[in-house]
């Protein structure tokens, strides 16, 4: 059985701990209430954009959106794969990490010399680094300025690669956010663009005036609306991670309470066993005296 002071120590080392994964849950979750204000506010935006533009896709002539929605034969992939750049969060990181690995293994089956991959995120470009991926290395500390304008430089060069050929589908991976304990991964085609059928459920599909013209409005809005996707996908992703840490400080914690029950348990009986040990010697010595 351990001694006092191996308890105490062991108590005191646990308690710290307890503050911390406590302060680390606290921050989660004010960072998470931000990030969730931000995906409310975006949502509407992105789902009214992508609607607009799923009509006017089922009227126009393919060629004029042909630079975006083109299906070439995949020999050459990009996987932008979203993850943290901490951890403490987890399966956060290593689900992500997961689903990139099947898809290129189960899915798409493609060789390594075959597939590109964006990370964003520490972790992800230290993960895919290490198991010598090709990657583009520019973008991984994206998270660290999440904003609009940064992620707009980083959607633009993805947009370009598609353009020049230089990638044949571009796939988004990353985690969306349902609820603070629920994310659900997914894996999202990002380019080509795949339009709307043109008899699409009842007919109602909604056409529009175009001012000044349709090539004009076409040229304006789809850029807008991936910039606008590939921006939410960032939020979905941010806003998981911080779900996914204050779930797992919320545990950590509740296993330190655990924890800090059983030892009290043993101090208890460690001290209580050191106690009778003592009276026992000190009985022991008295009846030993008075046989003298």
């Known amino acids: 059985m351990a001694n006092i002071k191996e308890v105490r120590n062991r108590i005191k080392s646990v308690t710290a701990t307890q503050q911390i994964t406590k302060a680390m849950k606290m921050v989660a979750a004010a960072k ?3 990030a969730h204000s931000q995906i409310l506010q975006l949502r509407p935006y992105a789902e009214k954009l992508t609607t607009i533009l799923g009509n006017i896709l089922a009227r126009i002539e393919q060629e004029l959106v042909k630079a975006y929605t083109q299906e070439r034969p995949m020999n050459k992939l990009l996987l932008v794969v ?3 750049d901490r ?6 990181n290593i689900n992500v990490f997961k689903k990139t690995l099947s898809y290129i293994q189960e899915t798409c089956k493609l060789s390594l010399q075959q597939v590109t991959l964006l990370p964003i995120g520490k972790k992800a470009f230290d993960y895919f680094q290490k198991r010598n991926f090709t990657l583009i290395k520019d973008y991984a500390m994206l998270l660290r300025h999440l904003n609009f304008e940064h992620t707009r ?3 633009e060069f993805i947009v370009e690669a598609f353009q020049t050929k230089t990638y044949d589908r571009v796939i988004l991976v990353y985690s969306e956010f349902k609820h603070i304990a629920t994310q659900v991964l997914k894996v999202e085609q990002f380019l080509p663009i795949i339009p709307p059928p043109k008899n699409e459920g009842n007919g109602k599909i909604i056409d529009y005036i175009y001012e000044p013209t349709k090539d004009y409005i076409v040229e304006k809005l789809v850029p807008q609306l991936l910039k606008t996707q590939f921006y939410k996908a960032l939020l979905e992703s941010n806003a998981s991670e911080q779900g996914a840490r204050m779930t797992a400080m919320s545990k950590a914690t509740d296993n330190a309470d655990e924890l800090l029950k059983e030892l009290s348990l043993t101090y208890n009986r460690t001290r209580q066993t050191a106690i009778t040990k003592e009276i026992i010697e000190i009985v022991a010595g008295a009846e ?3 046989r003298v």
Do not use: M, R, W
């Open 32 to 34: 998470l209430g931000k």
């Open 288 to 290: 030993a005296l008075s």
């Open 87 to 92: 951890g403490l969060c987890g399966a956060f």
């Open 153 to 155: 430089k980083a959607s």
């Open 82 to 84: 979203i993850s943290s």
